[in-house]
């Protein structure tokens, strides 16, 4: 198992360029989510999916789209990039039915210039 | 919103010390989770707690349940260097619900 794969590593963007930052793992994991971690900030939840077809907002969903048409990937969307989204997003995982335990990818370092 | 408040925010401390950090939280929290993350990485699970008054242990790490279930403390005996990054606590209200993480702990070991 790779476990939660998170691509690319590094990602540098001009403001207003638009990107997507990949997740996906393979443990067949109904649960998927985004976080993004900034100095002094922890680790703030942009979006989550509870399975294929559903997806919700965290407590920080603007400027991101996300969607998950597969239970293995679930993708963050930034469509118009700005400086404030320069951060480390961290895709995690886990299964539901009680299972809390976060499987984390190793996080995309993006910088918006 | 749910809100975690950690503290303290960073410590230093001389290896071989114990270390005692708290997360509160503005409304309650049916489990709680404390997480690490070292350099580069994504942060790992160390302990998960179910029931309020729950004291659990994994090794050297000691995490309670607070009664009122709006706080959580970690506790880390000995110290060693490998102890060293942040510590996560975490939220959920409900089982499958969403997890909230609070601001962190940076752990700094001295030689």
């Known amino acids: 198992n790779a476990g939660v794969t998170q691509t690319p590593k590094f990602q540098v963007l001009k403001t207003g360029q638009s990107m997507t930052l990949q997740c996906a793992q393979d443990m067949n994991h109904e649960y998927m989510s985004w976080y993004r971690q900034d100095p002094g900030m922890g680790l703030r939840l942009i979006h989550y999916?509870?399975?294929?077809?559903?997806?919700d907002q965290g407590e920080v969903p603007n400027g991101y789209n996300v969607s998950r048409s597969t239970t293995e990937d679930f993708p963050l969307r930034l469509l118009s990039a700005a400086p404030s989204q320069t951060s480390v997003y961290f895709c995690?995982?886990?299964?539901?039915?009680?299972?809390?335990?976060?499987?984390f990818g190793s996080g995309t370092q993006l910088s918006v210039l | 919103g749910q809100q975690l408040n950690q503290s303290p925010q960073s410590m230093f401390i001389q290896e071989g010390e114990d270390v005692s950090m708290n997360c509160t939280s503005s409304s309650i929290f049916n489990t709680w989770l404390w997480y690490k993350q070292d350099p580069g990485e994504g942060p790992v699970l160390l302990i998960a707690?179910?029931?309020?008054?729950e004291l659990t242990s994994n090794g050297r790490l000691t995490a309670q349940f607070g009664i009122t279930r709006k706080d959580s403390f970690l506790n880390i005996s000995a110290s060693i260097p490998s102890d060293v990054g942040i510590y996560f606590c975490a939220g959920q209200l409900n089982r499958d619900d969403k997890i909230i993480f609070g601001k962190g702990t940076r752990l700094h070991i001295l030689p």
């Open positions: 707690l179910y029931k309020a008054g």
């Open positions: 999916s509870v399975g294929a077809g559903i997806t």
């Open positions: 995690a995982s886990r299964l539901t039915g009680g299972n809390e335990k976060l499987f």
